[in-house]
């Protein structure tokens, strides 16, 4: 995906600070001096290249997960539970974890220069995010998608949650999700 809008970065960005001037040091050691220019302007109504988010991303998953194996659903999950515990409480108040995934969907334009999405029912428990026109989605926003779903249903109160990333078709990029 070519561009990417800035609101992950604002979000992490937040979070690297309050780890303290020593951990956004490492950060700015980490990232690429055009990422580290980005950085230091950063700003929610911007948009940047999905290769500086990635170089973001990476380098704040060193710090914010470190060891973590799969760091971008790592990032994923930690930016769907500052997000979803501030600005989007209100697709909470919704009763079903399908309807949630389903009003979600909605926000892909919030995040994404590129693309739609939607869902697809596959079953009591078990819903499909769809995105679609959006070839260039790149492996990192990929997983920290798949983070992203499985907190929001997390937070519904769905038990043992599985988010599996379906890759084979890039006008329909699909993430099953099945839970308790």
């Given at each position: 995906?070519?561009?990417?809008?800035?609101?992950?970065?604002?979000?992490l960005?937040?979070?690297?600070?309050?780890?303290?001037?020593?951990?956004?040091?490492?950060l700015?050691?980490?990232?690429?001096?055009?990422?580290?220019?980005?950085?230091?302007?950063?700003?929610?109504?911007?948009?940047?290249?999905?290769?500086?988010?990635?170089?973001?991303?990476?380098?704040?998953?060193?710090?914010?997960?470190?060891?973590?194996?799969?760091?971008?659903?790592?990032?994923?999950?930690?930016?769907?539970?500052?997000?979803?515990?501030?600005?989007?409480?209100?697709?909470?108040?919704?009763?079903?974890?399908?309807?949630?995934?389903?009003?979600?969907?909605?926000?892909?334009?919030?995040?994404?220069?590129?693309?739609?999405?939607?869902?697809?029912?596959?079953?009591?428990?078990?819903?499909?995010?769809?995105?679609?026109?959006?070839?260039?989605?790149?492996?990192?926003?990929?997983?920290?998608?798949?983070?992203?779903?499985?907190?929001?249903?997390?937070?519904?109160?769905?038990?043992?949650?599985?988010?599996?990333f379906?890759?084979?078709?890039?006008?329909?990029?699909?993430?099953i999700?099945?839970?308790?």
């Amino acid at each position: 995906m070519k561009n990417v809008k800035t609101i992950n970065l604002v979000v992490l960005k937040s979070l690297i600070k309050k780890k303290g001037p020593h951990a956004e040091s490492i950060l700015v050691k980490n990232i690429s001096s055009s990422s580290r220019e980005i950085y230091e302007n950063l700003s929610g109504l911007t948009k940047v290249s999905s290769l500086v988010e990635e170089d973001i991303f990476n380098a704040a998953a060193d710090i914010l997960c470190p060891g973590e194996p799969d760091k971008f659903v790592a990032i994923g999950r930690i930016l769907a539970k500052e997000n979803m515990s501030t600005i989007l409480k209100i697709f909470l108040l919704i009763p079903s974890a399908k309807m949630v995934i389903k009003s979600a969907a909605i926000l892909w334009k919030t995040f994404y220069e590129e693309g739609n999405a939607g869902t697809t029912d596959e079953g009591e428990k078990t819903v499909t995010l769809v995105a679609k026109n959006c070839p260039n989605l790149v492996k990192y926003q990929m997983e920290s998608t798949a983070g992203y779903v499985e907190v929001i249903l997390k937070m519904t109160g769905a038990k043992n949650v599985t988010v599996t990333f379906v890759g084979t078709d890039p006008n329909a990029w699909k993430w099953i999700a099945k839970w308790d």
